[in-house]
Each structure stands twice: as C-alpha cells, then as structure tokens.
C-alpha cells in the first residue's frame, strides 16, 4: 500500500465513487481507516464528509491553497 503524505489542512484528490466523480477535499482529521473534512468540488462541495483514506488519489497542496484562487 502506498503511503501519502497527508496532513490536517491539506488538500487531496479523492477517487471517484458511486455516481460521484473525483473531487478536491480539505482534511481536517486523519484517522487509521478514514479522513474528516470539506468537499471543495464535485456535487458536495461545501459538505462535510468521512471518505475512505483509500480514496485518498494524491495530495493537490500541504498549506490548504490550491493554487486555483487568484490574488488581490
């Protein structure tokens, strides 16, 4: 199994499951079979949610800023 180096507030891609495709999600909390936080796209956007750490693609960004945002 590969290891990930996932932390509270970074970023990853989550696989797609169900009817729901891949999306960007925010961890809060990380635990031996799941992780906490916020869908950032796909249809749950903005929901709280507890995937699978297996689901867990590959980290988009460690400081929580995935770079898709602009600047002032």
């Known amino acids: 199994m590969r290891q990930l180096d ?3 507030g970074c970023i990853v891609l989550i696989a797609g ?3 729901i495709p891949e999306h960007e ?4 909390e990380i635990y031996e079979e799941f992780v906490t936080g916020m869908a950032l796209s796909g249809p749950f956007a903005g929901e709280y949610g507890e995937p699978d750490i ?3 693609l590959r ?3 460690q400081d929580g ?3 898709s ?4």
């Open 69 to 72: 945002q602009g600047t002032a």
């Open 6 to 8: 996932i932390r509270p």
């Open 25 to 28: 999600f925010r961890i809060d």
């Open 17 to 19: 499951f169900d009817d």
């Open 59 to 61: 980290v988009l960004s």
């Open 65 to 67: 800023n995935s770079g």
């Open 54 to 56: 297996k689901l867990v």
